[in-house]
């Protein structure tokens, strides 16, 4: 046995040896630790940064079925994620909510009949209960078409949802470890050698320490790292490459701006190109507007956006909002790179969106995750771990479907559910009456970040004075130390863009300051012998 010392944390054991050891701190690479630990496997989940620091914290922030993918035939993968929006929205109804989502008709772009044909398939693809279905729409009697130029006066509203992204790889972590899984973070897999009954894995922290685990069986979830994980630091008995698939990488950037309407409606707007983007309500105060496809060549983490794409995304919302958006008004942007899966298409937006796993048992069993994306996280874990226990000779059911993520089960604050979005709703009420003293906009985004898990930040606290010292507007030192205690929060970073999305809200000054709370964040995980 080994332990990981954590700065600001205590010790985190660190078994000889696993079941399964899961390289990845996506929402991947999360998910399926969290299914195979909750089936009783012994996980041990590797992550060379932070949680959701790369492709899964960068992403447009949606449960949707892909309503743009049936013009590709891609109608498995849109049943699928269909099936899995309200599956995903009753499980954590904190970090999650239904969207309704309008799409202004262009005559010159795809005739109406199509788009209703479009939106009546998307409605029926899959079972609904939450969702209400989809409409036309006169945009000079409705608020979506009130920021639109004139010309657009017929339009479509359908259902989708949003999440927090980055916080739902978190909670899936979060279930991992309290189901016994081992989460490591700032810890890199630097190599992986197989054997017939096991693994001998050998994991780096950044301060140079290495120590060994045996597992098993190995999960390649890294993601845009997938096929050089394979063809590098994982490799056979006889040090033959593993890797038989190749992904394309694909960078999705976005843009945000101060907000361009008042509604909580959501836009899709069809472009000349044949692409689409969105234009989303964000953080209250901003509109999120995305993505690109763009087919990169390198490393993963060279990707940024650039001025064209900034342009692009301005220029085809600009073609709808009476007030156009300019590269001026853009007060941040993020980019993440798609792994997506060689099938031999030209057009990058036309890969599929859709994932394969590859099981590989010649000997200590190997399963790679190519492709994927986060609608569809749960159920692509879910395959995992029956092909994980299948190889292992194991026959332990799945669990997750009906299970609720870490702070998603409001009843102990509003008794009996009904339905997602109106369960929050009375849990914010609630919230707003034990804890009258706080601030409402604090109050709303912690319930949104924290969900019934609010508890384990507030504490015993009756005043904001016991939430202690107010590092910068809203933050206070009792969330920090929760952050750091619970959520693996290691550095600025972690807490202001990816925890919370404070640092979208902060100063430049209010970001140092919080930052001055973390005056060791150069130091990583490191691994220790155990005394």
């Given at each position: 046995m080994t332990t990981v010392a954590v700065p600001g944390a205590s010790a985190i054991a660190l078994p000889a040896q696993c079941d399964v050891l899961?390289?990845?701190?996506?929402?991947?690479?999360?998910?399926?630790?969290?299914?195979?630990?909750g089936r009783g496997c012994s996980v041990v989940l590797v992550e060379?940064?932070?949680?959701?620091q790369h492709t899964s914290s960068s992403s447009t922030k949606l449960i949707h079925g892909g309503l743009r993918y049936l013009e590709y035939y891609e109608f498995g993968l849109v049943r699928k994620a269909l099936q899995e929006r309200e599956v995903l929205l009753k499980s954590a109804p904190h970090i999650m909510r239904p969207l309704r989502f309008v799409m202004p008709h262009d005559p010159s772009m795809r005739p109406a009949w199509l788009i209703g044909l479009g939106v009546f398939l998307y409605d029926?693809?899959?079972?609904?209960?939450?969702?209400?279905?989809?409409?036309?729409?006169?945009?000079?009697?409705?608020?979506?078409?009130?920021?639109?130029?004139?010309?657009?006066?017929?339009?479509?509203?359908y259902s989708d949802g949003w999440v927090d992204d980055a916080r739902?790889?978190?909670?899936?972590?979060?279930d991992a470890r309290t189901k016994g899984a081992s989460i490591l973070t700032r810890c890199e897999c630097v190599a992986a050698a197989r054997g017939e009954k096991q693994w001998s894995v050998t994991l780096q922290s950044a301060d140079g320490a290495r120590r060994s685990v045996a597992a098993r069986a190995l999960v390649n979830a890294a993601g845009p790292w997938a096929e050089s994980f394979l063809r590098g630091a994982a490799r056979a008995a006889h040090g033959e490459s593993l890797a038989t698939r190749s992904l394309r990488l694909v960078k999705g950037s976005h843009i945000i701006v101060p907000r361009l309407f008042e509604h909580e409606y959501a836009?899709?707007?069809?472009?000349?190109?044949?692409?689409?983007?969105?234009?989303?309500p964000y953080e209250v105060d901003f509109t999120l507007i995305g993505t690109t496809d763009i087919e990169i060549e390198g490393v993963p983490e060279s990707a940024h956006i650039d001025g064209d794409e900034i342009a692009y995304l301005c220029e085809q919302a600009s073609r709808y909002f009476a007030r156009a958006v300019t590269a001026v008004d853009v007060v941040w942007s993020y980019c993440g790179v798609r792994p997506l899966l060689d099938d031999q298409s030209g057009d990058a937006s036309a890969v599929t969106r859709d994932y394969q796993l590859e099981s590989n048992s010649g000997a200590a069993p190997l399963l790679s995750v190519w492709g994927g994306k986060i609608t569809t996280f749960r159920k692509l874990a879910e395959e995992a771990g029956d092909s994980i226990v299948a190889m292992l000779g194991d026959t332990r059911p799945a669990w997750?479907?009906?299970?609720?993520?870490?702070?998603?089960?409001?009843?102990?604050?509003?008794?009996?559910r009904v339905r997602p979005d109106r369960d929050f709703a009375q849990f914010v009420a609630e919230l707003g009456k034990r804890y009258a003293w706080l601030a409402p906009g604090v109050a709303y985004r912690l319930a949104r970040a924290y969900g019934s898990r609010i508890n384990l930040v507030l504490a015993a606290a009756r005043s904001r004075a016991d939430l202690g010292r107010e590092i910068a507007p809203g933050l206070f030192e009792a969330e920090l130390d929760y952050l750091?205690?619970?959520?693996?929060?290691?550095?600025?970073?972690?807490?202001?863009?990816?925890?919370?999305?404070?640092?979208?809200?902060?100063?430049?000054e209010q970001r140092a300051a919080v930052a001055e709370s973390f005056p060791n964040s150069s130091c990583r995980t490191a691994l220790h012998a155990a005394s």
């Open positions: 899961v390289v990845g701190g996506g929402i991947n690479g999360a998910g399926i630790a969290r299914d195979l630990a060379r940064d932070d949680l959701a029926h693809l899959a079972h609904r209960e939450v969702l209400p279905a989809s409409r036309a729409i006169n945009l000079r009697a409705h608020p979506a078409g009130t920021p639109l130029k004139a010309n657009y006066t017929k339009g479509f509203e739902l790889v978190v909670l899936n972590a979060l836009y899709i707007f069809q472009n000349p190109d044949k692409r689409i983007i969105f234009a989303i997750s479907r009906g299970a609720y993520l870490p702070g998603g089960d409001l009843s102990g604050w509003i008794g009996r750091r205690r619970e959520e693996w929060a290691f550095a600025p970073e972690d807490v202001l863009w990816r925890r919370t999305k404070l640092g979208l809200h902060y100063s430049r």
